[in-house]
């Protein structure tokens, strides 16, 4: 059956309330089979969220998943089945089968951090379309070694930077970028407020030389922000920051943990554009902010998560344009079951993108080119934090013997 715009979603088309409907009766809820066929590797949380908006975007299916932790592999059985009721997925022994398997179309990465490129190595072989979760990498040297093999992939290529499809940062790219609601950007302030390192299994982001350290791990997303609004390369990066409550006990297997809790971080850009970073890891709540200053005037959008019981919004855009242009605030967000699904509903979005491009349609996913710059910032500041210093990029490039 061709079915046009109408409302329609897998979340309610799997509901058990609908379950008396025959086949040849659904139309607005017609469960599809999905177009294509993924496999998921690594199904921690975030392996988990991308089964869960495959299924509910609904032009493919989750196909089989591989990690070698049972309990992961039960969650993705369990997430899996709240969609296709009895259904089972396909489980491999190993990397190689998951990536091989001749029934798939495309690979979901979202093993830890440090075992990106060897998974890629086994991964970029199958020639299959691939969508590899942030950060690329640890290190700007694997990170340059990554995108080579993206740039010669003959498939689709993308990277989890799917903070840019969050509704806050979705309506700010098109009022900041496409309409220039507030002129020429010429400085750019990101927040971000919120608890601690969530648990993983082997607690691998605990330590630096598995995450590539918190402003690698975490932070890439809002350096990918300031890199595309900036419009521009970054030239210098300057940074402090410190492990000031969180985990200054933790050890895991005889290791203490040595990642940051706070930093501030100022980014220099090759146009004069300058960006500022804020971050603290130990405070009650999920909150971030961005706010953008033009010649034409100013932009902010701020998303809260604080767990009290107030009637408020969790997203927020204003623009003030003084007397020059109309001012606006207002809420953005997507509906309630997409938001819900994981990160605002970003990774709901960046899987619509993910299909677009498998699909040959242009879309705003994040390239290996714009992944490997956020690492380079990443990497920058950290560096930054243990020196006391600047760091000028290309001299960070040079001492990896990168050319750019």
């Known amino acids: 059956m061709q079915i046009g715009k109408e409302f329609r979603n897998q979340v309610f088309a799997r509901s058990p309330i609908f379950s008396y409907l025959p086949a040849e009766d659904r139309y607005l809820f017609a469960a599809g089979e999905g177009r294509y066929r993924f496999n998921v590797i690594g199904t921690g949380v975030n392996g988990q969220e991308h089964i869960r908006v495959t299924m509910m975007e609904g032009r493919a299916t989750i196909h089989g998943v591989y990690d070698p932790n049972p309990l992961s592999v039960a969650g993705a059985q369990g997430t899996y089945a709240q969609f296709v009721p009895g259904g089972k997925l396909v489980v491999y022994d190993s990397l190689e089968a998951a990536c091989s398997d001749p029934a798939v179309d495309g690979l979901i990465i ?10 890629l190595r086994v991964a970029a072989g199958s020639g299959k379309h691939i969508l590899l979760e942030k ?20 498939a689709v290529f993308q990277v989890g930077l799917q903070y840019r499809f969050k509704p806050i940062y979705v309506e ?11 002129g020429d950007i010429k400085t750019i302030s990101i927040v971000e407020h919120r608890f601690p390192f969530l648990d993983k299994v082997k607690q691998w982001n605990k330590f630096a030389k598995y995450s590539g350290g918190t402003l690698v791990e975490k932070c890439c997303h809002y350096f990918d922000l300031m890199n595309l609004f900036s419009g521009s390369r970054p030239v210098s990066v300057f940074a402090a920051g410190s492990a000031a409550v969180n985990f200054l006990n933790f050890e895991y297997e005889g290791q203490k943990s040595d990642i940051l809790d706070n930093a501030f971080v100022i980014v220099t850009y090759a146009n004069g554009v300058r960006a500022s970073f804020n971050l603290c890891m130990f405070a009650p709540m999920f909150y971030e902010e961005m706010v953008l200053c033009g010649d034409d005037g100013r932009l902010k959008v701020s998303e809260n998560e604080d767990f009290l019981p107030l009637a408020q919004t ?3 855009l204003e623009i003030k344009c003084g007397d020059r242009k109309p001012s606006r605030v207002g809420a953005p967000c997507y509906p309630a079951f997409i938001q819900q699904s994981g990160h605002h509903g970003a990774t709901y979005f ?11 349609k242009p879309t705003a996913a994040a390239i290996a080119t714009e992944g490997f710059w956020s690492i380079v910032v990443g990497v920058a500041a950290e560096t930054s934090v243990k020196t006391g210093q600047p760091v000028l990029i290309d001299d960070l490039l040079r001492e990896n013997g990168i050319q750019i």
């Open 110 to 119: 979202c093993t830890p951090n440090y075992t990106h490129l060897d998974v």
């Open 135 to 154: 950060p690329m990498a640890t290190t700007i040297a694997d990170a340059y070694t990554i995108l080579q093999m993206a740039q010669q992939h003959p």
């Open 172 to 182: 700010a790219i098109h009022e900041a970028l496409e309409r220039k609601t507030i």
């Open 314 to 316: 969790d997203t927020y």
């Open 350 to 360: 960046e899987h619509v993108s993910f299909v677009d491009n498998i699909e040959g």
